[in-house]
Nanobody, 126 residues
Framework: QVQLVESGGGLVQAGDSLRLSCEAS????????LGWFRQSPGKTRDFVAT???????YYADSVKGRFTISRENAKNTVYLQMNNLKPEDTAFYYC????????????????????WGQGTQVSVSS
């Protein structure tokens, strides 16, 4: 069955780091792009980062230089290394899969992602 499961969230202090993981059970040998989105109470679900099957990466301006997305294809897993966390990073983080390759605009469009995980909470205190 199609499944994406996130892990690694938690409560940390500003300046700390966290590494999120998402194990994806999807169609074998298909070039999915994998991304991370986040949503805080009363806000929309916003793009964070996406990585394609050929390792092209795209980031939201708010996380450039602090977050790094990567994938380990043998384990069908995508990671989000988050450094120098800020209180504004507090949100529920979701991993998602897009059915193929994507360029800058498409990779950041949540409407184009077909599969979604249940999410994991990241809370950053000041």
């Amino acid at each position: 069955q199609v499944q994406l499961v996130e892990s690694g969230g938690g409560l940390v202090q500003a300046g700390d780091s966290l590494r999120l993981s998402c194990e994806a059970s999807l169609r074998p040998n298909w070039p999915y792009s994998l991304g991370w989105f986040r949503q805080s109470p009363g806000k929309t679900r916003d793009f964070v980062a996406t990585i394609t099957r050929n390792d092209a990466t795209y980031y939201a301006d708010s996380v450039k230089g602090r977050f790094t997305i990567s994938r380990e294809n043998a384990k069908n897993t995508v990671y989000l290394q988050m450094n120098n966390l800020k209180p504004e990073d507090t949100a529920f983080y979701y991993c998602a899969a897009l059915d193929g390759y994507c360029s800058r605009t498409a990779c950041g469009d949540r409407r184009l992602f077909t599969y979604w995980g249940q999410g994991t909470q990241v809370s950053v205190s000041s």
